[in-house]
């Protein structure tokens, strides 16, 4: 009897892979926002995370290999698309005010978003029994905020449309003026975020009193 012979066909037969690794990434990422914001970080488990993604314990431990890991990619993951709106906002514009508007904005979408503040809930009362979590929030979370909107003022200064001897203490400035008291009033008191509509009016808000005071003023004749 001939030898079988074997077939690219037949060697390929067996179960396609559906999507790729960045693809489920993505998916167990928002997965793990979910289970670190309703349970705690002490109280979610890999395995839960994998549960909710719809992927294997096998398949999350390849591609994330530890909680800590997963927690810091996942804060990190999370914040590209806003960095990206960020540095694309107002880089030509002539009207500054709505173009700072618009990035504040993209600064509030996260800050003030309702996952991120219970993830900073989180953070705050267990970083004593975890104590990579702040380092993990805050350096790939919430500095690389205050560091894009801080890059984008530097570009500004450098169009000569506004004035300031120091980008970076304004940026961070500018997103506590937005964030600070309804991140407390949250976390503190139990109270709800404001609406979208009052967000939008605090940004409106914070930047007519920001550029009343960066504002480049316009020469004068001397003795005029």
Known sequence: MAPVKSSPERRLRGRPQLRSDDETRKIIYEAARHEFVANGFAATSMEGVARRAGVSTKTLYRLIPSKPALFENMVSTGLDRLLSVINLQGADTVDVEAALNAVLMACADVVLDEEVVGLQRVVLQETSQFSGLAAAFYKKGILRVAAALAEWLRGQV???????????????????????APQRAAIF????????????????????????????????????
């Open 158 to 180: 450098k169009r000569g449309v506004i004035v300031l001897d120091d980008p970076d203490e304004a940026a961070g400035m500018l997103i506590g003026m937005i964030a600070s």
């Open 189 to 224: 008191g139990g109270r709800r975020l404001p609406s979208p509509a009052a967000i939008a009016a605090r940004v409106r808000t914070v930047s007519s009193l920001f550029l009343r005071g960066c504002a480049r003023k316009p020469d004068h004749a001397p003795g005029g």
